[in-house]
């Protein structure tokens, strides 16, 4: 207990947004994913997901962490199968697939996107790697995305501090409704331990500093100390992926969040999350998210646009 509090001191949140959505019949999409963590909640019908068809009800509460695929099917489990860009793009009224009528009416959801990292570096629930799961019967929950979701309607000042520290709540019941559950115990047990080794750290700071520079398993075993022969499979031991696609991966969230935060182009942009052939960047960027650079900047611009908001029935 001791260390999960010691490493619930050193998180950090980070609200990204929220948008709520109509969807007037089945639909399913086969490969939903996000770079933030998602909670997805039932305003009203019901959402299948994973292939075993578990579903989330109305008031209910679906946790998707950051970079987990997993098949969403909205109010049939057999629904026809559409794009994630059909359901999640810049719409919040969904009307595709119009053959399969909803047999209990609309489908309406609330989706909170947020980012936790731990020592300013590491995304926290990706590291534990806890599957998507429902949030049952939380009042507490519930009440903090409520809260979350008025904040963001709100234009007072103070908003974006409110945001963060309710944020930093809504983690801290999370983590306490999977202990108090007894979810995930083997997971948790061991992809926190970790932390405990500072050289670890000390790679994960060094990693989130130096994105636009050389961090091949040379300069990361220099870091750590250890021999470059060594450096992959230590780190590989500790949080069970390999350094090199744990740089490309901080490296596509920089990117990520420069295309949604900046107005540079493609090129400088690549370059300054260490890729200097802009298009390598391309294909690697668009194998991970599924969609061009491009069209991700203008996806997100038009998200960014005030919609109005989609009351549930």
């Not at 010691?6 to 609200?15: A, F």
């Not at 948008?19 to 959402?47: M, P």
């Not at 700071?205 to 300069?219: A, E, M, P, Q, R």
């Amino acid at each position: 207990m001791d260390d999960l509090n010691r490493i619930i001191e050193s998180l950090n949140s980070r609200y990204v947004s929220k948008k709520c959505y109509t969807i007037f019949s089945a639909v399913c999409v086969e490969s939903f994913y996000d770079s933030s963590n998602v909670i997805i909640r039932v305003d009203n019908g019901k959402i299948f997901y994973g292939w075993e068809n578990d579903y989330a009800s109305q008031r209910g509460i679906l946790l998707i962490p950051s970079g987990k695929r997993l098949r969403l099917a909205f109010g049939k489990s057999d629904a026809p199968t559409v794009s994630n860009e059909e359901v999640f793009g810049n719409k919040s009224k969904v009307s595709v697939a119009r053959d399969q009528p909803l047999e209990d009416g609309l489908v309406n959801i609330t989706v909170i996107r947020f980012d936790i990292k731990i020592f300013e570096s590491v995304n926290f629930l990706s590291t534990l790697e806890i599957p998507p799961f429902s949030i049952d019967n939380s009042k507490e929950i519930n009440e903090l995305v409520a809260k979350l979701t008025k904040e963001d309607q709100r234009k007072s000042v103070g908003k974006e501090r409110m945001q963060s520290i309710l944020t930093d709540q809504l983690m801290i019941d999370i983590l306490r409704y999977i202990l108090d559950s007894n979810l995930f115990v083997e997971q948790m047990a061991i992809n926190t331990s970790y932390f405990k080794d500072p050289r670890l750290i000390d790679l994960f700071t060094y990693i989130k500093d130096n994105l636009n520079g050389d961090l091949s398993n040379k300069v990361l075993a220099d870091v750590a100390n250890v021999s470059e022969d060594y450096v992959g499979q230590y780190f590989k031991f500790l949080t069970g992926s390999n350094p090199q696609d744990y740089v490309e991966y901080q490296r596509m969230e920089l990117a990520l969040d420069l295309l949604r935060t900046s107005k540079i182009s493609i090129r400088e942009l690549a370059k300054r999350v260490g890729y200097k052939d802009v298009a390598y960047f391309c294909r690697r960027f668009k194998i991970v998210y599924g969609i061009p650079a491009a069209k991700m900047r203008k996806r997100d611009s038009l998200m960014n646009v005030v919609q109005p908001e989609v009351k549930p029935t």
